[in-house]
């Protein structure tokens, strides 16, 4: 048999076909998407690819099929560290190569790589264990899985760093009708999470090459931000970060307090309290960087 | 005839800038001529890669090279791409800005690999004609690298250093010789690496790289994860010679060691720049990598696989 030379582009679409194939570069060859570029049987390889003296065109054709899985595992694995001790590499492995499957990069850093892959894992996972519906383990991973991708997007997104801040001294100038209409600006690093598990001294555990254990289930209210180009979370109680995440979508000061005050199990008093620790605790995490 | 490295400066021993180093950079400022970066890791930064790079910038020469340009893929340039490589090249005053002579991916994907292209004329006009492009986009000569690879297409009707000299002299770019590369593709094509140097416009040659890869005893992959080996170095004393010297870069991007041993690393350029070969003293490199297990073959991963990995506190 022989083929006409095939062009660049025909060359092209059926050797991406080839090596991107998750059953390996025999099964690449035979699929429908490389037959419609190079119609090809198995055994005439040798038309398209030179084999070298010491191996096959397959063999050769192979090396680029390995490294390609290989080398996107390896960027996966590395972005989610406590997901890959959660569940073991194997189990990650299996897990990422259908994450790949679905969600080829299409960019052209591989920083976008794993964006996806918290969203997937909750398309995907299995139906809940428990009778009540109490969270579970795949409802752990999924949430571990959207923090460690919080942070790589934290860490090298928008931040503060050489840039004015909000300061108590900001707010202790206006005056009370002032204040109460104010809205305050949120850092551009400022992500505000709720899950059902303490995935976050978790994920710290791991990043200290600790073994800890699943969690128990647990609500976990975190502020994540970014400081002197570190990322940080602090985990917070139901009231402050109600406040503050209604202050972060927008929320007049006023009406930030005011939703805080529908918890009928809250004085004036106590959130007198509460309000000064927050606000002094948030300007020095850096949640805000002005008023409007 | 072009200048001499198209004009550009021979900046002298660089490395390859890496987040894994940048405290021991920022500490000891170390009397390094330059540093090349991977474009697409900092082009998006907001974050401290970038804060770093740009700190750097204020004090060493700063080369781009970048690996998802896919100056050979059938599909269009990626403006977006292009125009904030330029942004990043004009923030950091770069010196020039490198790709590779390969193609990354088509149909819209990226497989983040440098594939191998068919070299024959159709391919020589498509990318010509794409350099042209990039250029103008630019602003300023591209520098294209030659790449290690894996596989040789029937289709060829050239070999690959005939493709690279006429691709710089039609598209009047600059070279970035990565002698490591020829040295790879040698042993994995039954090439001599000679006969690839010898044919290589030396004028149009801005810069070196240098690394060391893996011998799978089958074949070589070039994987960036230790000390480059005599024969490599061998070539590069040829091709210093042929070129009068340009800018030379040790690329160390696995199992990177601390900074003082990937620069002691690049210094080793110096003894081979001597027109009487000298070996060096201080014997880490050897005569040929040391041929690795079948059971390592599946963590073999050919460079580029580089990401910026978020520090939490």
């Known amino acids: 048999m022989s083929i006409p030379s095939p062009d660049l582009d025909a060359l092209q679409r059926w050797m991406q076909s080839v ?29 398209v690819i030179n084999p070298s003296t010491s191996q096959s065109s397959l063999e050769r054709l192979a090396v680029y099929s390995n490294a390609y899985k290989a080398r996107l595992l390896e960027v996966l694995i590395s972005e989610y560290p406590a997901l890959v001790h959660a569940v073991g590499e194997e189990a990650f492995v299996g897990l990422a190569g259908s994450y790949l499957e679905e969600h080829p990069s299409r960019s052209y850093t591989l920083a976008d790589l794993g964006r996806a892959f918290p969203a997937f894992l909750a398309a995907s996972r299995p139906p809940s264990q428990t009778e009540d519906g109490s969270p579970d383990w795949a409802d752990f991973l999924i949430d571990l899985a959207h923090l460690e991708r919080l942070y790589s997007e934290v860490f090298d997104g ?44 978790y994920a710290t555990a791991v990043r200290h090459d600790q073994d800890p254990p699943f969690p128990a289930a647990q ?20 009231r402050e970060f109600g406040a503050l995440s209604a202050l972060a979508n927008g929320l007049t000061v006023g009406d930030a307090l005011q939703r805080v005050l529908a918890d009928r199990s809250v004085t004036i008093d106590d959130l007198a309290n509460d309000v000064r620790t927050w606000f002094r605790n948030w300007a020095v995490a850096v949640y805000f960087v002005g008023v409007q | ?37 991977i474009s697409e890791n900092f082009m998006d930064s907001q974050g401290r890669p970038r804060a770093v790079l740009e700190q750097l910038a204020e004090r060493y020469p700063i080369v781009m ?19 904030k490589l330029k942004a990043l090249a004009d923030a950091v005053r770069a010196q020039w ?44 000569p591209l520098v294209l690298e030659n790449p290690s690879s894996y596989v040789t297409f029937a289709a060829s009707t050239m070999p690959e250093w005939e ?22 593709s040698s042993v994995n094509h039954d090439f001599d690496p000679i006969e690839y140097l010898d ?44 070129t009068g010297g340009a800018a030379t870069l040790l690329e160390w991007d696995a199992k990177i060691p601390p900074f003082p041993v990937v620069h002691a690393e690049v210094l080793k350029a110096r003894d081979y720049m001597t027109a009487a070969l000298t070996l060096p003293t201080s014997r880490e490199s050897e005569s040929s990598a040391p041929e690795v297990t079948v059971g390592r073959v599946a963590a073999v991963v050919p460079h580029p696989a580089s990401i910026v990995l978020a520090e939490v506190e």
């Open chain 2, 163 to 184: 493709f690279v000299a006429r691709l710089a002299d039609e598209a009047d770019c600059g070279l970035l010789l990565d002698v490591n590369n020829v040295f790879v």
């Open chain 1, 19 to 47: 090596i991107v194939h998750a059953g390996g570069v025999h099964q690449g060859i035979v699929s429908a998407d490389a037959q419609a570029e190079i119609p090809l049987p198995v055994e005439q390889i040798d038309i």
């Open chain 2, 199 to 242: 044919a290589i416009p030396a004028e149009r040659v801005v810069q070196f790289h240098l690394a060391g890869h893996t011998n799978l005893g089958t074949h070589l992959i070039d994987t960036h994860d230790g000390h480059v080996i005599d024969p490599v170095w061998e070539l590069y004393r040829h091709a210093h010679h042929r």
């Open chain 1, 219 to 238: 609500i976990t209210r975190l502020a994540i931000t970014r400081r002197a180009y570190m990322v940080r979370r602090v985990a917070m109680e139901a």
């Open chain 1, 158 to 201: 928008p931040g503060t760093e050489g840039q004015p801040t909000l300061q108590t001294d900001d707010l202790l100038r206006l005056s009370s009708e002032e204040w109460l209409t104010a809205r305050l600006i949120p850092a551009p690093c400022l992500r505000l999470a709720e899950y059902r598990f303490p995935v976050h001294d």
């Open chain 2, 65 to 83: 090279h970048g690996v998802s340009m896919s100056i050979g893929s059938t599909d269009p340039l990626d403006q977006i791409y292009l125009r």
């Open chain 2, 97 to 140: 800005v490198s790709d590779h002579i390969c193609w990354t991916g088509v149909a819209s994907r990226n497989s983040h690999d440098l594939l191998p292209l068919p070299y024959t004329e159709q391919t020589l006009r498509h990318v010509v004609e794409r350099v042209r492009t990039v250029q103008e986009i630019l602003e300023r």
């Open chain 2, 1 to 37: 005839m072009p200048l001499p490295r198209l004009g550009h400066p021979n900046l002298g021993l660089g490395v390859g800038l890496r987040t894994v180093h940048f405290p021991h950079l920022l500490q000891h400022q170390p009397d390094v001529d330059w540093f090349e970066i």
